[in-house]
């Protein structure tokens, strides 16, 4: 038995299925989280000593984060350099939400903090840390292991990384560390040299000494410093500035930002130097003016180095390290590691697709810092271990953004305990090559542009193929292309050979050299692998072209250099964002040995955590949705009633009634039927209801009563027998970018019918759209639109044709072509419904006519007989106005009127041929009599206009 037809209408498939989606989202809802727990903020002063001995103290601004449930361990934030306590605010709530007890501050001479930056001293910022330790110590919402000993873990970026790593080796109360993108050894970073007589087989070997022999990474050196000034925070790499006075989006210092509460420095400056101490600024300024360090600046510069505490750090540290960062780069992170890991301290190393050129970690990072703060403070959660990760990028999408993946491997090479790295030998050829230094050394090549990398590469690989090497200034090496891929991990090694042009002066200091090693495709298109460059400085280089043998460290990166790819070595003088040498020199440059050393780490592809939640969300909805599937089966079995008195008729509509909340009633009791070979017009006036009655129709609304059949079923949405039906209702809708013939290919195929069955040619022909069916439709005119619509609708000749509207946007040729098609559609035994409400068109192209008007049926039948049911005549005669005087003349006979020749009247039930002999009788002469054929008056007629 059916259901009635209201509560059919009223539950249909598609309220099911919404009905259905909206229950699991609301249970992925409920089964969620919720929002996050509450965390309440103090903002105390905390007095520190300004100096060793010193009876002078100055205050630090700290903000302390207390999370919903205390006592908890503590963590203490650090920021970077040149950000204040705000800079870590986003990370600080986070942690909170933890369960941690997180206490941030501004290092002396940032932010709102009093005192000047002595660079990360152990006789000042670290020294401050110690007391911010003792601080927590006496807060009753802090756990502690002892008296004075608070159960707590530091992390950081940066300038903070570096505090987190110099506290642990001097404080044992600090429980565990995390510290990320910062420096192992400050001279060796900002004045690297990569050439030295052997390399430590780690995954990425530190370069050679620095100071007398280092080249001076100037740019970067100016933006560190100049961040001290302005308050742009180096630790938080490519992210938008949030609050005033952080980073902007280019991740360059925003030298007139400010932060809120006044937190640009505001104690006492040192002049020039702003709130750096003195000592600070004279180092800075040895290096900047001559390129060289001094021994006085060298020593500075080690005594903010972690490097000096390194070997008394024995907490378990988790090192997180930049692959996009020409400021710290891997051998910085490679060095803490070595280094903590020889005190029998637990190590974690992790690579990302970040650092100062790179952005900041990101959620699923920072999470797990968090991951192994709980376990290292409080036991909770699994044990992180002692992997190494590193993430590999991959292809840029479409949206600009790079594929990536996570690699881990069980132990960091190189480490007590670990296996030794892999190493991978690839061939290098290249003849030796003269290259010169310019005078000054510029023009300079072009390796990256330090802080604007991040922003670069959040869109495109632009970064890292911004590398220029200038003609005449490098030495070029390539290898055969490769028959697999190979995943370099680390740093790789080569040996090269260097000589002066005997006749050539050599500079005192020395020859200054700068190595990359590319990744080139097919094609020729080079990228350099984190953006970074390999300074090298040779000393005692003999003036008789004697050559000296040296090993080169590259810099450390990620990069899987893909089968077909070459790897490419170069050897250029000079480098935009170092120190370059001044003297104009030539040197000849080889390969003492042909064999590059690639390092090879092995491991497997990490997966995320299952996400139970999303899961149990999903697999509920999947549940529901084969639920509906069920019902809307045996509700098709039971609505699929078929009428076999009705097989044979295309359409009948029985007392059709649409109504909508509010009292609108679209259509009201619409009855009416279409035979075979009828081209039925659909006609009224704008919201008669034609519309609505096509889409009920298509199935695609509910009628709220009545019913309509197409060969004998009924109409429901997704009935089997709506695939006899060609439509055309409410405007097109196709896929811009493709041609029309696609759009009409794409349609055809989406039906799972035989691509013979659609009769392309012939719809074509109707559409009448030439070689423009070639094109895209972007670039089609709305009545090419209306074409390619027409021509979609009479794909596959269905038995019923429906169109809404049909020559809206056609020109005249075009209408007078199409409606000589639907007449011959009709003529071959199909049927036609044409809406529309334009009176003569229907006219002309419709052998029948259904009248609406408010949604109810006014009339139906032939348009002759529409047309013709007010008894209105036409006669054509000789005298056109004695004629109108004869016929005024007949009783009942009105609404008489002269149209040139012709005149016509409304006989009222005069038989017309009683009019003619009445004409005759006064002598007018009758050429021609018959039915007034006027659709429009009687349409008017009908409607009551």
Known sequence: MALPSRLRGRWSLPALVVLVALVGAVV????????????????????????????????????????????????????????????????????????????????????????????????????????LLDWLATREEVLTDAAGDPKVGVTGGSYGGALALSLAGVDRRVDTIAPVITFNDLGQALLPNSARADAVDTASPSP???????????????????????????????????????RTETGVPDASATQPGGSRPTGPTNGACGRFQADVCAAYTDVATTGRASERTLELLRRSSPATVTNRITQPTMIVQGEQDTLFGLDQADANARQIAANGAKVKVV??????????????????????????????????????????????????????????????????????????????????????????????????LPGLGSALSRSSSLSSRLSLDLPGQAAVFNSEPLTSQVLMTGASTVKLRVSAVPGQPVPAGGAVLFAKLYDADSNGVRTLPGSAVAPIRVRDLPADGTPV????????????????????????????????????AAYR?????????????????????????????????????????????????????????????????????????GGLTAVKDLSFRVEHGQVLGLLGPNGAGKTTTLRM??????????????????????????????????????????????NLHLYWAATGRPTEQAHFDEALEIAGLGDAVHRRVRTYSQGMRQRLAIAQAMLGLPDLLVLDEPTNGLDPPQIHQM??????????????????????????TCSHVVVMHKGSLVAAGPVEEIATGGGEASFRVDRPDE???????????????????????????????????????????????????????????LVGE
């Open 697 to 742: 129709l298509m199935g695609l609304i509910q009628p709220s009563d009545g019913e309509i059949r197409v060969f004998g079923h009924r109409i429901v949405s997704g009935a089997p027998v709506l695939s006899r039906i060609g439509s055309f209702v409410e405007g097109s809708g196709f896929l811009p970018h493709l041609s029309g013939l696609a």
């Open 208 to 246: 050679g000494a620095f100071g007398e022999d280092g080249v001076f990474k100037r740019s970067w050196a100016g933006i560190f410093f100049s961040a001290g000034l302005s308050g742009g925070d180096l630790a938080s790499p490519g992210q938008e500035a949030q609050e005033p006075g952080q």
């Open 819 to 844: 409606r000589e098609v639907l007449r011959r559609y009709a003529a071959a035994g199909r049927t036609v419904l044409v809406s529309s409400h334009l009176l003569a068109e229907v006219e002309q």
């Open 28 to 131: 992925v809802w409920t089964r969620s989280d919720g929002e996050p727990p509450p965390v309440a903020k103090r903002e105390p002063l905390i007095d520190v000593p300004e100096s060793p001995g010193s009876d002078r103290t100055i205050q630090l601004d700290t903000t302390l984060y207390l999370p919903e449930r205390t006592p908890a361990p503590a963590v203490l934030l650090p920021h970077g350099f040149g950000g204040s306590k705000d800079s870590v605010a986003g990370q600080a709530t986070e942690l909170a939400q933890r369960g941690f007890v997180v206490l941030t501050y501004s290092a002396r001479g940032f932010g709102r903090s009093g005192g000047q930056i002595a660079l990360n001293s152990l006789d000042h910022e670290v020294r401050d840390a110690q007391k």
């Open 589 to 661: 440059i080889g390969l003492a040995d042909p064999n590059l050393s690639v390092p090879v780490v092995p491991g497997v592809n990490a997966t995320s955590a299952v996400p139970t939640t999303a899961l149990w969300g999903i697999a509920i909805v999947l549940i529901a949705c084969v639920l509906v599937g069920v019902v809307a089966w045996f509700r098709r079995r039971l609505t699929a009633d078929v009428d076999p008195e009705l097989s044979g008729v295309p359409l009948v509509i029985s007392g059709l009634t649409k109504s909508y909340p």
């Open 549 to 584: 043998e040296v090993t080169v460290t590259l810099p450390g990166a990620v990069r899987p250099v893909e089968s077909e790819h070459r790897f490419q070595l170069v050897v250029s003088t000079t480098d935009q964002a170092y120190q370059n040498a001044n003297e104009p």
């Open 351 to 448: 690579w990302y697709s970040g650092g100062h050129d790179g952005g900041s970690p990101g959620p699923e990072l920072r999470a797990q810092i968090a991951d192994w703060m709980s376990f290292h403070l409080e036991g909770k959660g699994t044990d992180p271990g002692v992997s190494f990760e590193y993430t590999v990028i991959g292809a840029f999408r479409s949206s600009g953004t790079p594929s990536l993946r996570t690699v881990v491997a069980p132990h960091y090479p190189g480490l007590p305990g670990a296996d030794p790295i892999d190493r991978r030998t690839v061939a290098l050829t290249g003849r030796d090559q003269t290259v010169v230094n310019p005078a000054g050394g510029n023009p300079a090549a072009v390796s990256n």
């Open 883 to 941: 004629a109108a005087d004869v016929l005024r003349g007949l009783s009942g006979v009105h609404g008489v009127a002269v149209d040139g020749e012709q005149v016509h009247a409304s006989l009222n039930g005069t038989p017309r041929a009683e009019a003619l002999q009445a004409l005759v009788a006064a002598g007018v002469a009758v050429d021609q009599a018959g039915p007034r054929r006027r659709l429009e008056d009687a349409f008017l007629e």
